[in-house]
């Protein structure tokens, strides 16, 4: 089986993955060697009908929900399509901040779309990675052969639009998922071509079973971490070791931060509900950005003003405490409690369904089979009779009954109006930020234009409650 990577990134009318709804996805297939394999490709996805989208996403963007009305298809196409370009065996996602932002999407897509929120991400071969955990560790450990740009407040900034004009990659459609895309694979090049070492070495990460190898559960062996939890004086590179792991949840193992003395942060803090303080949490799953500590030369430890033995001593301390007992340790150490009942629609991470539910499903959601649009007599998790309606209104509305019309109607209102049933934005906060990005934005023709087109479409999606 060969491996590919597809270079994806996502454009959505929200910041919310669970809550917002996708506007564009864009994907590029290349070999290892990040050589393109395959034409780039591109949808649009139109906007459900009991969505309000937010103006200043749309404004971002550049993408209005009638544009997307115009050139995109409806959500359960559009999830298929993505779907299809993962069934290739040996596919590795990979985007910009994609495991936290753009791997969400796509889950809670395929989720309200009754498909399998995460098979493609290991069946077949296949796996997940993300570029700015490289671009974060090349920046701490080895920075040569890079330009690494500051924001207009002299800060370090990893922002792709920053990383790429200080590079000379081009990068004229920011913020248009294609051409993220195809930035954020010359950024990769670029990466790849200045420190293959470490390029090929974080790409080995994207194994569980590697980043067990390094961290080894324990056996209290230190370890370097790139991550935004880690000080920005020493670039977000941090020594840490493994002490526990989270109940019910395999993939993620408790971690602290040794640039805190044991002693002082137990004697110094008293317990405080939902206080962290060193204590973090390594997810096994999500191709973390870690490097074992003698890849570390004296001059990065100059540079960066990373104290080692003081971190070794940390380590010495922890050994000998009953750290378990410590502030922080116990936020992490026990289930994390429910929200209560979620919205359906924001159950992604509520349960797995079983085999018998995902066939049902699987029947419910296919043309032209004998179960499609039939609401099976059982499912053992109910929550997915409250789904699969939902899924035939937004997606199949001339199937509904007029009873169902009606119901479906009511329940569009609510979220309109109350910002009910997991909504991301009602009518009245919609119109808020119109006002002030009519304010704003007055002299830029292009997006008042584009605040005129969106304003339009929720009026007119929305009028017939007399909300408009």
């Given at each position: 089986m060969s491996e590919s990577l597809l270079w994806f990134d996502y454009e959505t009318f929200g910041l919310d993955p669970a809550r917002?709804?996708?506007?564009?996805?864009?994907?590029l297939r290349t070999d290892?060697?990040?050589?393109?394999?395959?034409?780039?490709?591109?949808?649009?996805?139109?906007?459900?009908?009991?969505?309000?989208?937010?103006?200043?996403?749309?404004?971002?963007?550049?993408?209005?929900?009638?544009?997307?009305?115009?050139?995109?298809?409806?959500?359960?196409?559009?999830?298929?399509?993505?779907?299809?370009?993962?069934?290739?065996?040996?596919?590795?996602?990979?985007?910009?901040?994609?495991?936290?932002?753009?791997?969400?999407?796509?889950?809670?897509?395929?989720?309200?779309n009754l498909h399998d929120p995460f098979a493609r991400e290991w069946q077949h071969g296949n796996s997940r990675w993300d570029l700015l955990g490289v671009v974060r560790m090349a920046r701490a450990l080895r920075p040569e052969g890079i330009v690494w740009p500051r924001d207009k407040d002299d800060r370090p900034t990893l922002r792709l639009d920053h990383?790429?004009?200080a590079n000379g990659i081009e990068h004229e459609d920011a913020h248009d998922a294609l051409g993220d895309v195809r930035a954020t694979l010359e950024l990769?090049?670029?990466?790849?071509?200045?420190?293959?070492?470490?390029?090929?070495?974080?790409?080995?990460?994207?194994?569980?079973?590697?980043?067990?190898?390094?961290?080894?559960?324990?056996?209290?062996?230190?370890?370097?971490?790139?991550s935004t939890r880690m000080s920005s004086e020493t670039q977000n590179l941090g020594i840490v070791v493994v002490v526990g792991r989270q109940?019910?949840?395999?993939?993620?193992?408790?971690?602290?931060?040794?640039?805190?003395?044991?002693?002082?942060?137990?004697?110094?803090?008293?317990?405080?509900?939902?206080?962290?303080?060193?204590?973090g949490v390594l997810h096994i799953n999500?191709?973390?950005?870690?490097?074992?500590?003698?890849?570390?030369?004296?001059?990065?430890?100059?540079?960066?003003?990373?104290?080692?033995?003081?971190?070794?001593?940390?380590?010495?301390?922890?050994?000998?405490?009953?750290?378990?007992?410590a502030p922080g340790y116990e936020v992490f150490n026990q289930p994390f409690p429910s929200d209560g009942k979620p919205d359906v629609?924001?159950?992604?991470?509520?349960?797995?369904?079983?085999?018998?539910?995902?066939?049902?499903?699987?029947?419910?959601?296919?043309?032209?089979?004998?179960e499609f649009l039939k609401m099976p007599g059982h499912f053992d998790d109910p929550r997915y009779f409250e789904l699969c309606g939902r899924y035939k209104a937004r997606n199949y509305p001339n199937h509904l009954s007029a009873e169902e019309a009606?119901?479906?109607?009511?329940?569009?209102?609510?979220?309109?109006?109350?910002?009910?049933?997991?909504?991301?934005?009602?009518?009245?906060?919609?119109?808020?930020?119109?006002?002030?990005?009519?304010?704003?934005?007055?002299?830029?023709?292009?997006?008042?234009?584009?605040?005129?087109e969106t304003e339009r479409y929720v009026r007119d999606l929305t009028g017939s409650h007399g909300l408009a």
């Amino acid at each position: 089986m060969s491996e590919s990577l597809l270079w994806f990134d996502y454009e959505t009318f929200g910041l919310d993955p669970a809550r917002d709804r996708p506007a564009q996805f864009a994907g590029l297939r290349t070999d290892p060697d990040l050589k393109v394999i395959e034409e780039p490709f591109t949808v649009f996805c139109r906007p459900p009908i009991d969505y309000i989208p937010n103006p200043e996403s749309c404004l971002l963007t550049g993408i209005s929900p009638v544009h997307a009305m115009a050139r995109g298809v409806p959500e359960h196409e559009f999830i298929r399509q993505i779907l299809a370009a993962y069934a290739v065996p040996g596919t590795c996602g990979v985007g910009y901040n994609s495991i936290r932002f753009d791997d969400e999407v796509t889950r809670n897509t395929l989720y309200r779309n009754l498909h399998d929120p995460f098979a493609r991400e290991w069946q077949h071969g296949n796996s997940r990675w993300d570029l700015l955990g490289v671009v974060r560790m090349a920046r701490a450990l080895r920075p040569e052969g890079i330009v690494w740009p500051r924001d207009k407040d002299d800060r370090p900034t990893l922002r792709l639009d920053h990383l790429t004009i200080a590079n000379g990659i081009e990068h004229e459609d920011a913020h248009d998922a294609l051409g993220d895309v195809r930035a954020t694979l010359e950024l990769a090049r670029l990466v790849r071509h200045a420190q293959p070492k470490l390029f090929n070495y974080l790409w080995e990460l994207r194994s569980k079973r590697a980043v067990l190898s390094l961290v080894e559960p324990g056996s209290m062996t230190p370890f370097l971490m790139a991550s935004t939890r880690m000080s920005s004086e020493t670039q977000n590179l941090g020594i840490v070791v493994v002490v526990g792991r989270q109940p019910e949840n395999p993939n993620a193992l408790i971690t602290y931060d040794l640039r805190f003395s044991p002693e002082s942060w137990m004697q110094d803090h008293p317990a405080l509900e939902g206080e962290r303080g060193p204590f973090g949490v390594l997810h096994i799953n999500r191709s973390p950005a870690l490097a074992p500590m003698s890849v570390l030369r004296s001059q990065d430890e100059a540079r960066l003003g990373l104290d080692v033995l003081m971190h070794m001593r940390h380590l010495g301390e922890l050994k000998q405490l009953p750290f378990r007992k410590a502030p922080g340790y116990e936020v992490f150490n026990q289930p994390f409690p429910s929200d209560g009942k979620p919205d359906v629609d924001l159950g992604l991470y509520a349960g797995f369904a079983s085999d018998r539910d995902r066939q049902r499903l699987e029947g419910f959601r296919t043309p032209g089979g004998g179960e499609f649009l039939k609401m099976p007599g059982h499912f053992d998790d109910p929550r997915y009779f409250e789904l699969c309606g939902r899924y035939k209104a937004r997606n199949y509305p001339n199937h509904l009954s007029a009873e169902e019309a009606q119901s479906w109607a009511g329940f569009c209102e609510a979220k309109w109006r109350q910002k009910a049933h997991g909504a991301a934005m009602d009518f009245a906060e919609f119109m808020t930020k119109v006002e002030a990005l009519r304010v704003t934005h007055g002299s830029d023709a292009r997006k008042m234009a584009l605040l005129v087109e969106t304003e339009r479409y929720v009026r007119d999606l929305t009028g017939s409650h007399g909300l408009a």
